[in-house]
C-alpha cells in the first residue's frame, strides 16, 4: 500500500526543526475529543463512522468544491521501501486542530479552516530500513480527565512507528512529552521475540481508554513460522508504565487457548497479531481486538489446530487484559484472512429492542455480529465443511463458521466457462488459467498445482472498514471481488522461481521453517484484467432488519486501466480505503483503483458527485465542522497506494460548498 508526495511549497521549506515546528499562532478553540465531530479514527469511540453533520446532503452535495489543499512533502526520498509508501492516513479533529499522519509517522497538525500547517514532528525513522509495510493510518487523541494547571502535555497525541514506538506528543506544540516513556516514547520491541529488524511495526492508531493507551502491531507476513509474537499491551497515559499485556497465542500453560494447542508448536509460531483498529466500550469496561492469521498464512503444518485466538474477536477486560469471550471467525487460517477491519460498536434491532452489538466484518466477505457483553450471535453461525488439503503435513481445518447475513461476495467455485476477458484472445488464456487451479470454492486450500483464492487475500473487506448507520440499522462497506492465486512452492524450488522473471506479478514468501515456500499473484489476463467477470470491486448496504443486501453497485471504472482503444467502464475497481456516511444521507468514498472521491445516496447508492483526485485516494476520509460559520468540511488524504499501483502524491484536500475561497 503505497503513498507518494510532491516537493514542499516554497513557504513550508525551512519550517522544519529537529523535531516540531511550532506556529506563533495559538489553536483555536475547539471541541474536546469525545465531542468532537470526528475525534477518533473511526469517526467516534465506537468507530461507526457515521457523522451527525448534515450541512452537505443528497440534494446539494453536486456542488462540492475544493475548499483547501495541503501538501505533506513526503515522496520517498531516500526512503528504501519507498514502492510501497502508502498514505492510508484518516485525520481526526479536536482541540482546534486537525492531526494526520505520513506513511513515514511525520505527524502534522493542521488548521480545519485553512488547511495551514500549525506544527510538525518528525521521530526520524530510519529511511534506509527496508520495512515490511509503509503504512500510517492515523493518530489517537488523549486530554487530562482531571484538572491539571496549564503546561505542556495535557493534551496528547499518541501514534505507533514504523521503527515500533509509540510516541507521546504534546497536541499544542507537537513536541515529544517528556514525562511519557523515556522522553516521550517507548520501544515496543523490548520484551517481544524480535526475529527480523523492520518486519515488526506499528501502522494503526493506538486506542485510548480512559488514562490507557493500548496498541497492537504489524508483523511482516510468510517470512517463517517463528516469527514475532502478536502481543497487545496497555500503557498509561502520563508515564509510558504498562498496565498490561496480553498475547493472544499461547505463551505458557495457564493461557485460556493452551489447551488446544501443541505446546511445542505453539512456541515456534508467532503472529496472532492485532494490526488493524482496536475498538473500547467503556460503558462495559471491554476492549475489542481483531487478530490475524497465526505464521506462516498458507501453511499451518507446524500450527496443527484451530490456531485457536488467532483469526479471531476477542473481547478483553480493560483492567487486566483478560479474556472475557472470543469468537474464532476463520480456523486454522490458510488463506491470509486476517481479521483487519475495526470492530464497530452499536445498538443491534433484535425484535424491535435495541441490543449492544459488535459488528466484524472480514476479508471473506462476511458480517458476524455479536451481543457485545457475552459473544452470543444475534445472527446464528453455522459451522460447514469445507475442502480438505492434499498437501503432505498439512490438516486443513474441516468446518468454517458461515455466517446467516448475506454473503458480500460470491462464495462457490469460479468455473472455466465463467472466464471473463476484452477479446476471444484473452478470455481464452483466463479460461486455461482458472481450469488449471484447484478451486472448489471459498476456503479451498493452498496446493502445489496452484489455487483459486475467492475472495483473495486483499478482501471481501480489509482495513477500511465498515459504516454503521444505527438509525437504519445499515452497515455500508466497500468491498473487493479480486480473484488471486496462490502456489505452495517446495523449498528447494523456490529460489530459482524467485529470480526466473516467470513472474512478474507475485510475491513470494519463504515460510521458512515449512517444506514449503508461497508464491502469491493476482488472477489476471494478459491484458492486465481479472479473469473473473466484474464488478472487482462494490460499494454495498447491508439491511440488518430485513437480513438482505438493499443495495449494491460497482465502485470505480477502468479508466487508465485499459489500451487506449478500449473505453473506460464502471465496471467496479480493487479498492483500499473505506466509506463514511454522513445525516445529510451520503456515503462518501475514494479507495478505488482510478483516483476519484464518490458520494452515494445512503438509500439507492445512486452516485450523487465525484471528484477527479490529483493522487490515488486509498484511505478513509472524514468530516466536521470549522470556522465562524461552522462549515462543513470533507477531507481526504490522496497520496497513491504502491501495492494497487494508483497514482502517487502528497495531498490533503478539504471540500465543502461554495464559500469565501481559502488560500495559504
Request: hydrophobic letters at 40%.
Amino acid at each position: 500500500m503505497a503513498s507518494a508526495h510532491r516537493p514542499w511549497q516554497a513557504a513550508l521549506r525551512g519550517a522544519v526543526l529537529a523535531g516540531a515546528w511550532l506556529c506563533a499562532v495559538p489553536p483555536a478553540h475547539a471541541q474536546i475529543r469525545s465531542a468532537s465531530d470526528w475525534g477518533y479514527y473511526g469517526g467516534d469511540g465506537f468507530g461507526r463512522r457515521f457523522s451527525s453533520l448534515d450541512q452537505i446532503n443528497r440534494n446539494n452535495v453536486g456542488s462540492l468544491r475544493v475548499a483547501w489543499t495541503y501538501r505533506t512533502g513526503e515522496l520517498g526520498a531516500g526512503f528504501a521501501r519507498a514502492g510501497k509508501l502508502t498514505f492510508e492516513t484518516t485525520p481526526v479533529q479536536a482541540f482546534g486542530l486537525l492531526y494526520l499522519e505520513t506513511a513515514t509517522n511525520i505527524v502534522l497538525a493542521l488548521d480545519p479552516q485553512t488547511g495551514m500547517q500549525r506544527w510538525r514532528y518528525d521521530p526520524h525513522i530510519d529511511r534506509a530500513h527496508a520495512y515490511s509495510e509503509a503504512s500510517a493510518r492515523g493518530v489517537s487523541l488523549w486530554e487530562e480527565p482531571n484538572p491539571r494547571p496549564p503546561g505542556p502535555c495535557r493534551r496528547r497525541v499518541f501514534t505507533g512507528t514504523l521503527d515500533a514506538r509509540l510516541l507521546a506528543l504534546d497536541a499544542d506544540s507537537g513536541l515529544p512529552c517528556a514525562d511519557f516513556g523515556e522522553h516521550g516514547q517507548i520501544d515496543l520491541t523490548r520484551g517481544v521475540r524480535i526475529r527480523d529488524p523492520g518486519d515488526y511495526l506499528v501502522t494503526s492508531p493506538p486506542t485510548v481508554y480512559g488514562n490507557i493507551v493500548i496498541v497492537g502491531s504489524a508483523i511482516g507476513d510468510n517470512r517463517a513460522t517463528n516469527v514475532e509474537r502478536g502481543v497487545i499491551r496497555a500503557f498509561e497515559a502520563h508515564t509510558g508504565s504498562l498496565v498490561w499485556s496480553f498475547d493472544p497465542l499461547p505463551d505458557s500453560p495457564s493461557h485460556p487457548a493452551a489447551a488446544e494447542w501443541n505446546p511445542e508448536q505453539a512456541a515456534n509460531t508467532g503472529a496472532g497479531n492485532a494490526w488493524g483498529v482496536i475498538s473500547v466500550d467503556e460503558e462495559h469496561g471491554l476492549v475489542f481486538v481483531s487478530t490475524a492469521s497465526a505464521s506462516p498464512d498458507f501453511y499451518g503444518g507446524e500450527r496443527l489446530g484451530s490456531d485457536r485466538f488467532a483469526n479471531t474477536l476477542l473481547a478483553l477486560d480493560v483492567r487486566n487484559g483478560k479474556p472475557v469471550w472470543h469468537q474464532q471467525l476463520v480456523h486454522h487460517d490458510l488463506w491470509d484472512y486476517d481479521l483487519a477491519a475495526q470492530p464497530v460498536l452499536g445498538d443491534i434491532d433484535v425484535g424491535g429492542a435495541p441490543v449492544p452489538g459488535v459488528i466484524q466484518a472480514t476479508k471473506t466477505g462476511m458480517l458476524y455480529v455479536f451481543e457485545r457483553t457475552q459473544g452470543r450471535a444475534l445472527f446464528p453461525l453455522t459451522e460447514k465443511p469445507v475442502p480438505a488439503s492434499t498437501v503432505p503435513g498439512e490438516k486443513a481445518w474441516p468446518t468454517q463458521p458461515f455466517s446467516s447475513l448475506p454473503a458480500l461476495v460470491p462464495q462457490a467455485a469460479v468455473r472455466p466457462e465463467e472466464a471473463w476477458g476484452l477479446t476471444f484472445w484473452d478470455r481464452g488464456k483466463c479460461r486455461e488459467l482458472i481450469a488449471s487451479l484447484r478451486n472448489e470454492g471459498i476456503f479451498t486450500p493452498p496446493d502445489t498445482r496452484g489455487t483459486l483464492l475467492y475472495p483473495g487475500y486483499a478482501g471481501g473487506v480489509n482495513w477500511g472498514g465498515i459504516v454503521f448507520d444505527e438509525q437504519r440499522q445499515r452497515v455500508i462497506a466497500a468491498v473487493n471481488q479480486m480473484p488471486m492465486m496462490v502456489t505452495l512452492v517446495p523449498q528447494q524450488e523456490l529460489e530459482a522461481q524467485m529470480h526466473s522473471g516467470k513472474y512478474p506479478h507475485a510475491e513470494f514468501g519463504r515460510q521458512a521453517g515449512t517444506p514449503y515456500g508461497m508464491r502469491r499473484e493476482p488472477l489476471l489476463s494478459p491484458l492486465g484484467l481479472p479473469c473473473t467477470p466484474p464488478p472487482w470491486g462494490t460499494l454495498v448496504s447491508v439491511d440488518l432488519r430485513r437480513n438482505r443486501i438493499a443495495w449494491q453497485v460497482p465502485l470505480g471504472s477502468t479508466e487508465g486501466r485499459t489500451p487506449w482503444f478500449i473505453p473506460a467502464r464502471d465496471f467496479g475497481m480493487p479498492n483500499a480505503g473505506g466509506p463514511i456516511a454522513t445525516a445529510g444521507d451520503v456515503v462518501f468514498v475514494a479507495a478505488a483503483m482510478d483516483d476519484y472521491m464518490r458520494a452515494f445516496d445512503i438509500e439507492t447508492g445512486r452516485e450523487l458527485w465525484k471528484y477527479k483526485l490529483p493522487a490515488g485516494g486509498q484511505a478513509t476520509p472524514m468530516t466536521y465542522r470549522a470556522g465562524p460559520e461552522q462549515r462543513q468540511y470533507v477531507v481526504i488524504a490522496a497520496g497513491g497506494h504502491g501495492a494497487l499501483g494508483t497514482t502517487r502524491g502528497d495531498y490533503v484536500i478539504a471540500f465543502a460548498l461554495p464559500g469565501p475561497p481559502r488560500k495559504h
